[in-house]
């Protein structure tokens, strides 16, 4: 078995890292019609502390000037939705790229309808081409987590873009940005930064296998890790939500190098390493599942992945492209005090711009060319826009407060639509942690995407309707996560879970 001694450094560099405890997570579990305030069977803990001033919500704390939209411009009352210029660009899209979309998790293909073409966005809200404004609970997939179009995040890009796009050459950013991750991420020794979150997890499978010198990953199903060929196998994401549970075109032999198991299940765990040990470089997962909707591990689920990885020599990957910096300030990792090796980000860290990383600790990643042999490049790699969008936004987040404001409204959010629900007769099950949140339409508990897969997806595809003609905006799909940001207010919420309650009582439980 080989042993990782810079791990051991790793890890007790962490223990002595300043008290952040983790609860002891949960299930998510139903709650048919059960009018409990505990509707979140799920309560993170609080994030650290940075400097003085609380933040407290986005009238309060950070000031965002409202250009394009006001938030008393969105409506939660019904609107025929008006779309005649959404749908007459989606008509032109199909005919010039696939889909009309440039990424198939944009489709509209489980809910109906056509996509909306957006605008603007600004905070919390979104304008499509028509002039409907929406709450917005996407974000873009992830990244806008300190509200969309900040206008601090603008000044940084923009004093930087004034002094150059791209250099093709270092640039003190990335060390900035660097250090930043390295600070706040307690895995992590070094970074190399990439421009996707696909591109940092199959980059970090490769460094994984030169590592180990073995070549099979495991990954859970339903988990979404890019569309590197290795992950296009029974993944989460657009890939669940099209029903297309592995891709034509990846080479059976790399397909064959992944062996997927349930999320969640430490048994079938223990028998993909009885079987298959001696050749397995490394698990991949996500820390919490947000691409089959949102599924929380267990804490003891994710101790024993790091035991049982150890015991056989592969290496433990946190695919924290979504995570990051969403699960409070140390990642998902730093709230479950469970130490990966490798460790993927995106998203966040890009503060709107395309930027992804992988990274872990000094021994491995210094295997990486040029230091070391593992070959991995990009022409905009490390792009300073992208660097000043990403610092920006980790300062942002750095500020005291800024979790706990993120997990009051979140849980605020993830209880008002369930408690909906549940007084209209529906089956449900969700809950949220920090910025991220989720319900699924099916009697629960929903542990991983095998009990996810048993929702009523009819119903969310009437549901999402029902929430876009009242002027809030839900990811296509009921495989996906919801997200909030610094610039959600307390009347966001209040206006999504009034209009939930409306669409609910329309539809038949
Ligand atoms: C957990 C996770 N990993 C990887 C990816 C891929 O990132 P990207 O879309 O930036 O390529 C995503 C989202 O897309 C993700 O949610
Ligand atoms: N959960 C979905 C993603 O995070 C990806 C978005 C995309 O592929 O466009």
Same mark, same amino acid.
């Given at each position: 078995m080989r042993t990782n001694p810079q791990m051991q450094n790793t890890a007790s560099r962490i223990s002595g890292m300043p008290a952040f405890v983790p609860q002891a997570a949960g299930h998510f579990t139903a709650h048919r019609q059960r009018n409990a305030v505990s509707a979140c069977d799920w309560t993170p803990g609080r994030g650290r502390r940075q400097d003085n001033a609380v933040y407290d919500g986005p009238r309060r704390a950070v000031v965002h000037t409202m250009q394009a939209v006001s938030p008393s411009s969105s409506s939660t009352s019904t609107q025929k939705l008006k779309t005649d210029r959404s749908d007459a660009l989606m008509r032109d899209a199909a005919t010039v790229m696939p889909g009309g979309v440039s990424s198939p998790v944009r489709a509209f293909r489980s809910v109906g309808g056509s996509p909306i073409v957006f605008e603007s966005t600004k905070g919390s809200k979104i304008v499509d081409v028509d002039g409907n404004t929406y709450i917005d609970y996407v974000l873009s997939f992830g990244p806008s987590?300190?509200?969309?179009?900040?206008?601090?995040?603008?000044?940084?890009?923009?004093?930087?873009?004034?002094?150059?796009?791209?250099?093709?050459?270092?640039?003190?950013?990335?060390?900035?940005?660097?250090?930043?991750?390295?600070?706040?991420?307690?895995?992590?020794?070094?970074?190399?930064?990439?421009?996707?979150?696909t591109e940092a997890c199959f980059s970090a499978a490769r460094l994984m296998r030169a590592y180990t010198r073995r070549e099979k990953i495991v990954k859970m199903t339903g988990c979404y890790h890019g569309h590197g060929d290795s992950f296009l196998v029974s993944a989460g994401s657009g890939v669940a939500t099209l029903g297309l549970s592995d891709s034509p075109g990846v080479l059976?032999?790399?397909?064959?190098?992944?062996?997927?198991?349930?999320?969640?299940?430490?048994?079938?765990?223990?028998?993909?390493?009885?079987?298959?040990?001696?050749?397995?470089?490394?698990?991949?997962?996500?820390?919490?599942?947000?691409?089959?909707?949102?599924?929380?591990?267990?804490?003891?689920?994710?101790?024993?992945?790091?035991?049982?990885?150890?015991?056989?020599?592969?290496?433990?990957?946190?695919?924290?492209?979504?995570?990051?910096?969403?699960?409070?300030?140390?990642?998902?990792?730093?709230?479950?005090? /469970?130490? &990966?090796?490798?460790?993927?980000?995106?998203?966040?860290?890009?503060?709107?711009? !395309? $930027? =992804?990383?992988? @990274? %872990?600790?000094?021994?491995?990643?210094?295997? /990486?060319? &040029?230091?070391g042999p593992v070959y991995q490049a990009g022409t905009l790699s490390g792009? !300073? $826009? =992208?660097?000043? @969008? %990403?610092?920006?936004?980790?300062?942002?987040?750095?500020? &005291?407060?800024?979790?706990?404001?993120?997990?009051?409204?979140?849980?605020?959010?993830?209880? =008002?639509?369930?408690?909906?629900?549940?007084?209209?007769?529906?089956?449900?099950?969700?809950?949220?942690?920090?910025?991220?949140?989720?319900?699924?339409?099916?009697?629960?508990?929903?542990?991983?995407?095998?009990?996810?897969?048993?929702?009523?997806?009819?119903?969310?595809?009437?549901?999402?309707?029902?929430?876009?003609?009242?002027?809030?905006?839900?990811?296509?799909?009921?495989?996906?996560?919801?997200?909030?940001?610094?610039?959600?207010?307390?009347?966001?919420?209040?206006?999504?879970?009034?209009?939930?309650?409306?669409?609910?009582?329309?539809?038949?439980?």
């Open positions: 987590v300190v509200g969309s179009a900040n206008d601090e995040v603008i000044e940084a890009v923009t004093a930087q873009a004034r002094k150059g796009l791209t250099f093709g050459a270092p640039c003190e950013l990335e060390n900035q940005l660097a250090h930043a991750i390295i600070d706040a991420v307690p895995s992590v020794e070094m970074v190399r930064f990439v421009n996707s979150g059976s032999s790399v397909a064959a190098k992944t062996l997927t198991v349930p999320y969640n299940n430490i048994d079938a765990i223990r028998e993909v390493f009885r079987q298959h040990g001696s050749e397995i470089a490394g698990v991949f997962l996500e820390p919490v599942v947000g691409n089959a909707g949102l599924i929380p591990p267990t804490r003891e689920y994710l101790q024993e992945l790091r035991q049982i990885t150890r015991q056989h020599g592969a290496l433990l990957l946190f695919d924290e492209v979504m995570t990051g910096f969403r699960i409070g300030y140390s990642c998902a990792q730093g709230y479950f005090d /469970v130490m &990966p090796d490798l460790t993927t980000l995106g998203k966040v860290i890009g503060g709107g711009y !395309p $930027v =992804g990383a992988y @990274a %872990g600790p000094r021994e491995i990643m210094e295997m /990486v060319a &040029p230091a792009s !300073p $826009v =992208g660097m000043a @969008a %990403g610092l920006k936004t980790l300062e942002i987040l750095r500020r &005291p407060g800024t979790y706990e404001y993120l997990d009051r409204i979140t849980k605020r959010l993830a209880e =008002g639509l369930l408690q909906a629900a549940r007084e209209n007769g529906h089956a449900v099950c969700g809950g949220s942690l920090y910025s991220m949140w989720g319900m699924f339409f099916t009697e629960g508990p929903v542990n991983n995407f095998e009990d996810a897969k048993k929702s009523d997806t009819a119903k969310f595809q009437k549901f999402h309707r029902g929430m876009l003609e009242r002027g809030v905006y839900l990811a296509p799909s009921q495989f996906e996560a919801g997200f909030t940001s610094l610039a959600h207010s307390e009347d966001d919420v209040e206006r999504t879970v009034e209009a939930a309650r409306e669409v609910l009582r329309g539809i038949a439980p």
